[in-house]
């Protein structure tokens, strides 16, 4: 009986560090959405605000907040806001602008 219950446990310890990522892992995971993102944007230069944010695996999608310049002549280097989700299973970025998370800026 105590060697079952000796076997259970070191089973169970076993399986839960099988499912944990390494910090290198989670390093690679966070380049892949970066790169992913950054080439699926519309701004000129995005840059991350933060860092991704991790949903459950059953979500299936990591989102990440993008800033950079709009391109078009007409927008005149204003800065924008794409927010980017990034699907887990087919590696693909999507993005879609919003500006509206920012506070507007005051004329003064």
């Not at 989670?26 to 933060?50: E, H, M, R, Y």
């Not at 990440?64 to 699907?87: A, I, S, V, W």
Request: aromatic share 10%.
């Amino acid at each position: 009986m105590k060697s079952c219950i000796l076997t259970f446990i070191c089973l169970a310890t076993f399986t839960a560090q099988a499912n944990a990522s390494s910090p290198d892992a989670w390093a690679v995971f966070d380049k892949a959405v970066l790169a992913s993102c950054t080439k699926a944007s519309q701004l000129k230069s995005p840059n991350p605000i933060g860092t991704a944010a991790q949903f459950d695996d059953r979500v299936g999608y990591s989102a990440l907040l993008l800033q950079g310049q709009y391109p078009q002549k007409h927008m005149k280097g204003q800065q924008g806001t794409e927010l980017c989700l990034y699907n887990k299973k087919t590696k693909t970025a999507y993005v879609t602008e919003w500006d509206s998370i920012r506070p507007p800026v005051k004329a003064q």
